[in-house]
């Protein structure tokens, strides 16, 4: 009798979701779903129609409406440990009918989506898309990085803070953060940091389980996530359990729809090797900044303070040594980037395989800049950017597969893609994104004037 009412209430809960899902699909406003809003920019030549882009859209789509009837609610976590192996049948028996991670408890629920391809192929445009068309308040579209900066800054503030929830301090910071957010679309979802690797399992285990709905961009499969990375046999798990909860889809894509129209763009980058180029980037500076005069100054960091030796008016100057070459973090690009409209980043040099600290410090940079519409000046001692790193051409006995498992070859690809676009005037008419409470005038318009 009691086993009947459990089938029965699982029967009626899948019963009243589909009839939520056949109901939303007629009262939601088709007009201003992301699949139409796609066909709409198509139609206004805005964008160009493109199979594998319909194809994401449409998944987009069925989860925009999906979203419409979902409500976050917290199942129990399970996790494999040495000890579940040790339970009797009993114990086993009397689990069949708890809550888990396993996909069939979660056939109410909004499937997460993990979309991955080639830079420029239009991952992040499509799913900014689908962002603004989703009618939540508890949502947020975040770079993966800056994700996992600010969750290792809540774990240390509620460790300081509650030393009475450190026996489940990962569960208090989920539950605590699931409480502003439970929709993240997460950009460039990558796995570099040796810490984020030997937590991601149970963090996700916990996000899920309590609710949180995801769609992510990689530019690789899940299965190349932390290639070869230290301990990776700790990350592993994490794997099938991403296939477990996320459809994926590859974009499959050889277009970068980043380096059409970009012709005619406005000078940005400098020959570091003509003499006359110092000043030329002085007087480009002169102007941005008008009438003030530069003047170092610093930047706090979580308690540690930056020094950034010239700035005025919204605009930075640092050499590539002075940012890339010392031992700089995720946050302190994640500052730089959100406090200054400009960066003018000088002698960028040829970067080879040796130089990996350096190749990835800049590809953060990079990413920080791009997401935060900061524009960047700079000089490079090379003829175009596609030579700062470019160890196929820069060692001809060297072949692709041979460099797969190195994650910065890998993500260049992607740091090349987005400093050819941020060369563009498309780019440079885009308004800054600010991130603190003091906003230097962009003064961006003069150059192009």
Known sequence: MHLNRIILSCSFRRLRFSLNHVRTLYT??????????????????????????????????????????????????????????????????????????NTSDFVDRPKSLYIYGGAGCGKSLLMDIFYECVPIKEKRRIHFNSFMLEFHNRMHRVRSNNAAVSDNLLGSVVEELLNEIWLLCFDEFMVLDIGDAMIIKRLFEHLFAKGMVMVATSNRPPDDLYYRGLNREYFVPFIPFLHQMCAVHNMDSSTDYRLIGTQGHVQTVFDARRPETASEIDALSSRLIAPYEPQ??????????????????????????????????????????????????????????????????????????????????????????????????????????????????????????????????????????????????????????
């Not at 700079?378 to 001809?396: A, C, R």
């Open 28 to 101: 939601a406003q088709a007009e201003s779903s992301p699949l139409q809003i796609y066909r709409n920019k198509i139609q206004a030549y805005e964008l160009r129609a493109d199979p594998r882009q319909e194809q994401l859209m449409t998944m987009l789509d069925k989860l925009y409406y999906d979203l419409q009837v979902y409500e976050p609610e917290t199942r129990q976590i399970e996790t494999t440990t040495l000890s579940d192996k040790k339970k009797n049948i009993l114990s086993k028996l009397t689990n069949v009918f708890k809550t888990s991670t």
């Open 296 to 449: 170092p100054g610093t930047l706090d960091v979580n308690g540690r303070d930056i020094t950034v030796p010239w700035q005025a008016r919204g605009v930075a100057k640092f050499s590539f040594e002075q940012l890339c070459g010392h031992e700089f973090y995720s946050a302190d690009y994640i500052a730089i980037a959100s406090t200054y409209h400009t960066l003018i980043l000088t002698d960028i040099p040829k970067l080879s395989l040796e130089q990996r600290d350096r190749i990835r410090r800049f590809i953060i940079l990079v990413d920080e800049l791009y997401n935060n519409h900061t524009k960047l000046i700079l000089s490079m001692s090379v003829d175009t950017v596609k030579d700062i790193f470019n160890p196929l051409k820069d060692n001809p006995q060297l072949k692709r597969e041979d460099l797969l498992t190195m994650d910065e070859f890998h993500s260049f690809d992607r740091t090349l893609s987005r400093l050819i676009e941020m060369q563009s005037k498309e780019y440079l008419a885009k308004p800054k994104r600010f991130g603190n409470s003091t906003k230097s005038p962009d003064e961006w318009s003069q150059l192009q004037s």
